[in-house]
């Protein structure tokens, strides 16, 4: 997807998050019963997209609900082909803030890369933050 | 999936072993919804005293036109022109049964997905009836997620107990959460495989709180 077309949807309203991606977890969730043992249980992937939000750095816990087809974990880490570091668009159902948390749930469109879209901006490693902007470890986050 | 519906989901595939069937119980008139619940007491009471060997599930509803209503899945016939009369009795209306088959028993966990409305809360939304079976309850069902793992392993390692400070805990897990997906950590462990107790603040790169 090219900034255009990603501008585009923007303005069609389409609900989506640009984000820095930090890296995926494939896990078996689901619900045993303990008097039985029965289980429920279903693939799921968490995706960590880094944003900003109200100025600063934010952490987006971004959930994926598999089709039926992928059925283990193996399967479902073999759709993981995002480069850390690298900004994507994710489409999402929906979008909550909770406790200082930012949650998501990704819509079957899934991810995209934004075409000749640079490395996210910030400082090089080890150098000082933008001015504007504030680590969410500086902040105490309970309070 | 809320802990609720599966355990729902569970109820309903042990009574799935056998046959089933599906009941609707409406209103004529849009009753409040403390009187419908009053009004299926009644029901539930005059069914189980004609058929003592009924067991079952039963379902809230809040239907958007229709206001509360019951659905019902039992384990046994039972004639629909007596169930009317004790319906009638309890001051209910429409009724409407249907055979189902036994893996289509969790068909009614939907009613379970929707938002609950303000005016439920706190209410059971389903509960199972009827002697001789016992139904999975919320309290028997276990969460097995990567949170629920991680969460499990900081509980080990700060010693909680109780429920103080529920919230800054859950904060500190969910740091944890980030920083293992992000750094590839083992689940439970902190860097290079070290129990969080040997991991120093820096190195799991929390803040220190002393509430936990």
Known sequence: ?143 | MTKSKAAFLFASQTLGKQRLYLWTFTFRELLEVKETRKRWNHLLTLLLRTWPRLQGLRVFELHEKHGLHVHLITNQFIHVNRTRELATQAGWGRIHVTRMPSEHAGYLAKYLSKDRPECLYRWRLWAGFGKGWEWAKVKDVIRETLFSRMYRACKEWKGWTGKTSFFERMALVRRLVIRTIEEGWEIGFGPGGKPYYLCSVAELEILEDRNI
């Open chain 1, 1 to 143: 997807m090219t900034e255009a077309e990603l501008f585009k949807e923007v303005l069609q309203g389409v609900l989506l998050i640009v984000g820095e991606y930090r890296g995926s977890h494939a896990e078996e969730a689901g619900y045993v019963d303990r008097k039985s043992g029965n289980a429920i249980r279903y693939v799921r992937a968490i995706h960590l997209a880094e944003c900003s939000w109200h100025g600063h750095v934010d952490c987006v816990i971004i959930t994926e609900r598999f089709p039926e087809h992928v059925s283990t974990i193996a399967q479902a880490q073999a759709t993981f082909s995002y480069v850390r570091g690298q900004r994507y668009v994710f489409y999402i159902d929906w979008v909550k803030r909770e406790r200082g948390q930012t949650f998501a749930s990704l819509s079957t469109w899934g991810i995209e890369e934004i075409e000749g879209g640079k490395e996210a901006l910030g400082p090089p490693p080890g150098g000082p933050a933008p001015h504007n902007l504030v680590l969410l470890e500086t902040i105490p986050q309970c309070l």
